[in-house]
């Protein structure tokens, strides 16, 4: 039986791999992303009950989607990172991360730090209030559709970062030369970018 659903999120390929099979043998459903444009399109998809996530990477850092995260999809997260200096832990705080892990540590070091996170996460069940009950029959992001008051440009510009190892001013305006030739909007074009992005995400049937 699983011990719960978790997405993992380093841009460090090796990282992602030794995580993802070492939480996967201790018994966790994973999800793996390597970079944040990716997290946040499976995060949507899978629904993970926690997240587990670098801080620095290239495009959407660790940060935007743990806001995204918090924000939108109500995910517990928590953080591992190679940086300890005062702003990042501020940030970590600010943020309301269950936990926070300093690099370098092993797996054996990790999984029972997520499995400490998964109990501070998913606390035992308490009777319903007005308020608990309003929220868990109104999701606040559902379908496949972005919401509105997501910076859908910014988010736009990171897939292009990720997809083709551009600098940020170049895929921005790649976005915008992309608006121009078809008519659209840059926020508009933003979208369908997107939405083609998490379309090409969904694993193939069959």
Known sequence: MSKGKILVVDDDRLVLATLSYGLTQAGFDVIDADNGDDAILLAREHRPQLALLDIRMEGLTGFDVAAYLRE??????MFLSAFADEA????????????YLVKPLDISQIVPAVEAAF?????????????????????????????????????????????????????????????????????EQARRLVDAVELLARPGKG
């Open 119 to 187: 109990a501070r996460a998913t606390p035992p069940a308490a009777p319903p209030t007005a308020a608990t009950a309003a929220s868990a029959v109104a999701p606040a992001a559902t379908g496949s559709e972005v919401p509105a008051t997501l910076d859908i440009t910014a988010l736009a510009v990171g897939v292009l970062m990720h997809r083709f190892s551009l600098p940020r001013d170049e895929a921005l305006a790649r976005l915008l030369s992309l608006a121009s030739a078809d008519g659209h909007s840059v926020p």
């Open 88 to 99: 990042t832990v501020t940030k970590v705080k600010e943020l309301g991360a269950v936990a």
């Open 72 to 77: 939108y999809l109500q995910t517990p997260f």
